[in-house]
């Protein structure tokens, strides 16, 4: 029998959505609590947001789902900003803000996102990392239930949850904007899930397509419905002309691409199924409709295509709108930075792109290596970025210069390039001649993308203003303050030498893993830096790998990606089931480390 371990208390430094109580774990004896320790820069964090929202409708009684907020940036340790985040992704549960990672710590957390069960009785049943859980999540409940009754220890009702007064703003939260070619603009405006059309002041409203509920809807500007939409990309002429819309909607919720006419103020789905991708990257084409995608968070127009900044799952994908297929242009889902060339390069939840004046560039603002990127040739560079745990605000020299968190990305006609550098508030510009980088403005609220009008006006969508904003001044004089930051967590130590890597899954109730289509399981394994591993690097269908670490380098970080499929094992129509988590595990490497390494893609107590 698993041994049973009371669940630690929550401690952080203040809690939202509880009308100002604050929780511990004796208030919510009686309930099942799932404990979701997230942040809010994360795509997969988002992911499971969305997940969990069928569950806490479903058992609204006897569930109640507990927000974590473990920061991984500096950004994110701002209360306003957190209470932003929690605001912009209707966040309907109490979170508990946690920036010094005090109860993270305590429930030995490693990879966000990170879930863990905690039954009526105060006991630790269950934890898992990463998405895809929301099927045995549900199972799990519902045994919890049964045993709990049963029991008398489960109180139905309530839960502790405090909906904050609803806000008041002509934008909440908009994401990207493109200035169409009557000099009017248009606005993804996320948090009210349509698009705005505003006139060239910038404020006014001349149109809001879409309901402003979340949906998935086609049709006219009164009957669209989207999910948060981000990026928007207005096709060629003759391109619109073949197909019949005029702008590419990256409906970001929905992992969906929507094409949206401009005249007529009409919606149709023209990629995506709806469903989040989870599956094994390939190079060919797929029909549009019939593919998965995952949070496309930006579009843009490149060499003859739509390209799709896919952030859910660490690549870009192309899309023809002529042909209507859809595939991988880079990356290899694999969370991490690495150039060369296409598609096996490495990427981390890209979210903005830009093409070159002359079309021979796509920029891209990687975001969780707080880098600027781009595509030349059918090659990956990196313009401004260390990885994915070196972030600041400081200017100079393009290899010493550092953002954090860009979100959006503008090419200018004289080759430069504007970044929203949406964690430090401010419109940076990298100039390629001179290989440097300047702060152009700062003080801003959340930059998320920038646009350029034709007369030369620099339009900033600030999303945590909930406006567009007109900058002034020149381009280029640097005001940033010199900041570096680092996620630092707590290493591993390991022993040079052989070392196992293990990755627990267990299946969750009423599933097995599904060998219907070739192995079950699957493990990527790489190091930062390369010479860290002397073996184990690749890819294996087996979730325990031999590593050998190199002796004479003092860390790193290791990176795992791991996903396991499973099935219904009982059900005459078994449904398929795709559990995936991405690591990045700091080591020290140390004579008396460890020579096992165990990570938990999902763990559940055999006696609930």
Same mark, same amino acid.
């Given at each position: 029998?698993t041994?049973?371990?009371?669940?630690?208390q929550?401690?952080?430094?203040g809690?939202?959505?509880?009308g100002?109580k604050e929780?511990?774990?004796?208030?919510?004896?009686?309930?099942?609590?799932?404990?979701?320790?997230?942040?809010?820069?994360c795509?997969?964090?988002?992911h499971v947001?969305?997940?969990?929202r069928?569950?806490?409708?479903?058992?609204a009684?006897?569930?109640?789902v507990?927000?974590?907020h473990?920061?991984?940036?500096e950004h994110?340790r701002d209360?306003?900003?957190?209470?932003?985040?929690?605001?912009?992704?209707?966040?309907?549960h109490?979170?508990l803000d946690?920036?010094e990672?005090?109860?993270?710590?305590q429930y030995a957390?490693k990879?966000?996102?990170?879930?863990?069960?905690?039954?009526?009785?105060g006991?630790?049943v269950?934890t898992?990392a990463?998405?895809?859980?929301a099927?045995?999540l549900g199972?799990?409940?519902?045994?919890?239930?049964?045993t709990?009754?049963?029991?008398g220890?489960?109180?139905?009702g309530?839960?502790?949850?405090?909906?904050p007064?609803?806000?008041d703003t002509?934008?909440?939260?908009?994401?990207?904007a493109?200035?169409?070619?009557?000099?009017?603009?248009?606005?993804s405006?996320?948090?009210?899930?349509s698009?705005?059309e +505003? !006139?060239?002041d910038?404020e006014?409203?001349?149109r809001?397509? #879409?309901?402003?509920? =979340?949906?998935?809807? /086609?049709?006219g *500007?009164?009957?669209?419905?989207f999910a948060e939409?981000?990026?928007?990309c207005?096709l060629?002429a003759?391109?619109?002309?073949?197909?019949?819309?005029?702008?590419?909607?990256?409906?970001t919720?929905?992992?969906l691409?929507?094409?949206?006419? +401009? !005249?007529?103020?009409e919606?149709?789905?023209?990629a995506?199924? #709806?469903?989040?991708w =989870?599956?094994?990257p /390939?190079?060919h *084409?797929?029909?549009?409709?019939?593919?998965?995608?995952?949070s496309?968070?930006?579009?843009a127009?490149?060499?003859?295509q739509v390209?799709?900044a896919?952030?859910?799952?660490?690549?870009?994908w192309?899309?023809d709108p002529?042909k209507?297929?859809?595939?991988v242009y880079a990356g290899?889902?694999v969370?991490?930075l690495r150039?060369?060339?296409?598609?096996?390069?490495?990427?981390a939840?890209p979210s903005?792109?830009?093409?070159?004046?002359d079309g021979?560039?796509l920029w891209?603002a990687?975001?969780?290596?707080?880098?600027?990127?781009?595509v030349?040739?059918?090659?990956m560079?990196?313009a401004v970025?260390?990885g994915l745990?070196?972030?600041?605000?400081?200017d100079?020299?393009?290899?010493?210069a550092l953002f954090?968190h860009?979100?959006g990305?503008?090419?200018?006609?004289?080759?430069?390039v504007?970044?929203a550098?949406?964690?430090?508030?401010?419109v940076?510009r990298?100039?390629p001649?001179g290989?440097?980088v300047?702060?152009?403005a700062?003080?801003?609220?959340?930059p998320s993308?920038?646009?350029?009008?034709?007369?030369?006006t620099?339009?900033?969508?600030?999303?945590?203003g909930?406006?567009?904003?007109?900058?002034?001044?020149?381009?280029g004089a640097?005001?940033?303050?010199?900041?570096?930051h680092?996620?630092?967590?707590?290493?591993t130590?390991v022993?040079?030498?052989?070392?196992?890597?293990?990755?627990?899954?267990t299946?969750?109730?009423g599933?097995k893993?599904?060998?219907?289509?070739?192995?079950s399981t699957?493990l990527?394994v790489?190091?930062?830096?390369?010479?860290?591993l002397?073996?184990g690097?690749?890819?294996?269908?087996?979730?325990r790998?031999?590593?050998v670490?190199a002796?004479g380098?003092a860390?790193?970080?290791?990176?795992?990606?791991?996903?396991a499929a499973?099935?219904?094992a009982?059900a005459?129509?078994a449904?398929c089931h795709?559990t995936r988590q991405?690591?990045?595990?700091?080591v020290?490497?140390?004579t008396?480390?460890a020579?096992?390494?165990?990570?938990v893609?999902r763990?559940l107590?055999e006696?609930?």
């Open positions: 029998m041994p049973r371990v009371r669940a630690p929550l401690k952080g430094r809690w939202l959505n509880t100002g929780l511990s774990i004796g208030d919510l004896r009686g309930k099942i609590v799932l404990l979701d320790f997230w942040t809010f820069c795509i997969n964090c988002l947001l969305d997940e969990l069928p569950l806490e409708e479903k058992y009684d006897v569930l109640v507990v927000g974590v473990s920061p991984k940036f994110e209360p306003a900003a957190l209470r932003a985040a929690v605001e912009r992704y209707e966040v309907d109490p979170v946690d920036p990672l005090i109860t993270w710590d957390a990879a966000w996102p990170t879930l863990t069960v905690v039954d009526p009785e006991y630790v269950a898992m990463g998405e895809g859980h099927e045995g199972r799990l409940v519902d045994e919890l239930i049964a709990h009754e049963a029991k220890t489960l109180h139905r309530d839960g502790p949850y405090v909906a007064p609803p806000a002509a934008l909440r939260f908009p994401g990207k493109v200035v169409l070619p009557t000099g009017n603009l248009l606005v405006d996320s948090a009210r899930h698009i705005v +505003l !006139a060239p910038a006014t409203e001349l809001r397509i #879409g309901t402003g509920t =979340r949906g998935r809807a /086609d049709g *500007p009164d009957k669209a419905e939409p981000q990026g928007l207005l060629p003759e391109i619109a002309g073949s197909v019949g819309y005029d702008v590419v909607v990256a409906d919720v929905n992992h691409l929507r094409g949206l006419t +401009l !005249a007529t103020g919606v149709v789905t023209i995506g199924t #709806g469903r989040q =989870r599956s094994t /390939d190079d *084409p797929h029909d549009a409709l019939a593919s998965d995608l995952s496309p968070w930006d579009v127009w490149y060499a003859g390209v799709i896919m952030a859910g799952i660490h690549q870009l192309w899309y002529i209507r297929t859809t595939g290899t889902t969370e991490a150039d060369g060339p296409l598609p096996d390069v490495w990427m939840q903005g792109l830009s093409t070159s004046v021979t560039r891209i990687d975001s969780e290596t707080s880098a600027l990127r781009y030349e040739d059918d090659t560079h990196t970025g260390q745990f070196d972030f600041g605000h400081m100079g020299p393009a290899d010493q954090q860009p979100l990305v503008h090419a200018l006609a004289d080759g430069s504007l970044v550098d949406t964690y430090n508030g401010a940076r990298f100039d001649a290989n440097t300047s702060t152009v700062d003080g801003l609220a959340e993308d920038v646009a350029v009008t034709a007369d030369g620099v339009l900033v969508v600030e999303s945590a909930h406006r567009l904003t007109a900058l002034a001044g020149e381009a640097s005001t940033a303050p010199g900041t570096r680092r996620t630092e967590r707590p290493p130590m022993a040079a030498g052989e070392v196992t890597l293990d990755v627990i899954f299946p969750a109730p599933q893993l599904d060998e219907s289509f070739g192995p699957r990527v790489s190091a930062s830096p390369p010479e860290l002397i073996e690097e690749g890819t294996t269908t087996d979730l790998r031999r590593l670490i002796e380098v860390g790193g970080v290791l990176q795992v990606v791991a996903q499973t099935c219904d009982e005459e129509h449904a795709l991405d690591w990045g595990v700091p020290q490497v140390t008396d480390g020579q096992r390494v165990a990570l893609l763990g107590d006696n609930p």
